[in-house]
């Protein structure tokens, strides 16, 4: 069983920076992608970031791109989440995602991020941005 647990959230204010970790099992690193996904109250889980753990390619949502940066350290068995220039609208609950599914987009494989793809979920680190 894969374990993932989050951690690193806060309240910031907007425009500040917050780096969010996921510590995982060994095992989870047998798997493709792992990635980051929020959920805000009254709203559908949505994808912000993905990474191949082989090939570190990555896939970003467009409400974050240039803003958050995905990244990993192997030793350290812990994916990261850098979150600049936050805005109220990132206020969410974040997890940690891992799972198989990698598609072809561009004419390349990739990690995306559909719900789906994943089947392995962390409990969540929660994220309060105020204006």
């Known amino acids: 069983q894969v374990q993932l647990v989050e951690s690193g959230g806060g309240s910031m204010q907007a425009g500040g920076s917050l780096k969010l970790s996921c510590g995982a099992s060994?095992?989870?690193?047998?798997?493709?992608?792992m990635a980051w996904f929020r959920q805000a109250p009254g709203k559908e889980r949505e994808g912000v970031a993905a990474?191949?753990?082989?090939?570190?390619?990555?896939y970003y949502a467009d409400a974050v791109k240039g803003r958050f940066t995905i990244s990993q350290d192997n030793a350290e068995n812990t994916l990261y989440l850098q979150m600049n220039n936050l805005k109220p609208e990132d206020t969410a609950m974040y997890y940690c995602a891992a799972g198989r599914v990698m598609r072809v987009y561009n004419s390349t494989w990739y990690c995306l991020l559909e719900t789906r793809d994943y089947s392995y979920w962390g409990q969540g680190t929660q994220v309060t941005v105020s204006s």
């Open positions: 990474r191949s753990i082989d090939s570190a390619s990555t």
């Open positions: 060994d095992n989870a690193y047998s798997l493709d992608c």
